[in-house]
């Protein structure tokens, strides 16, 4: 069964929970190789994106992901706010006006996701940043969509990619962002916009 709005709301929703769950985690894991405001940032962003979505009315996924996109742009501060609010646009407009979204349409929503994250940060796979976690994911889910998965097996696909997209990136030496500056001191840190990738695509599992 296609995804509807209904679910691309409840995924907000889920959203900004499992961000509040794991805030501080997300906090520590910045501190380590970052600032430390990812975990602050993005609760912020999730609970603005919230009231949006509850002061709002809406009869597609896509227009759902564009409020999101505008919200955490406007309201994230840091990397975090541009690359996820980017990465929501991208989503919106390929979810475009349809009001259900298949296995292959979410594919195409994922891609497009991860296709504004990399444009937006000009990072690649093993740059330890959130697109070791996204790319994995796309691959995954479009992997799962040609072997006739449902839209759940193809979400639930990519969220557990994107799990060890993100363990990967433990191992890895930072070659963008902030995390760039510590080289070798980095390796053993697993990259925070990789594991809030994570929570965002399981809580899309979860709503689904």
């Known amino acids: 069964m296609a995804l509807d709005t209904a679910w691309a709301i409840d995924w907000v929703r889920r959203s900004a929970a499992t961000i509040d769950n794991h805030r501080a985690e997300l906090v520590t894991l910045d501190r380590e190789i970052g600032d430390g405001d990812h975990g602050e940032n993005l609760d912020r962003g999730f609970r603005a994106v919230v009231e949006a979505v509850d002061a709002g009315s809406f009869d597609t996924p896509g227009a759902v992901f564009k409020t999101v996109a505008t919200k955490l742009i406007s309201t994230v501060g840091g990397a975090a706010g541009p690359l996820f609010g980017t990465a929501y646009l991208k989503a919106a407009q390929a979810a475009g006006e349809a009001e259900a979204l ?107």
Do not use: C, F
């Open 102 to 208: 298949d296995a292959d349409a979410l594919v195409a929503v994922l891609t497009a996701a991860r296709d504004g994250i990399v444009s937006r940060g000009k990072a690649e796979v093993g740059d330890k940043t959130m697109v070791d976690a996204w790319t994995p994911a796309v691959d995954a889910a479009a992997a799962a969509a040609g072997e006739g998965a449902s839209p759940e097996q193809v979400l639930a696909a990519a969220a557990d990619a994107a799990a060890t997209g993100a363990e990967s990136t433990d191992a890895l030496v930072a070659r963008k962002g902030r995390a760039s500056y510590l080289g070798e001191r980095a390796v053993g840190h697993r990259d925070p916009g990789a594991q809030s990738s994570v929570y965002l695509l399981r809580a899309a599992v979860d709503a689904a």
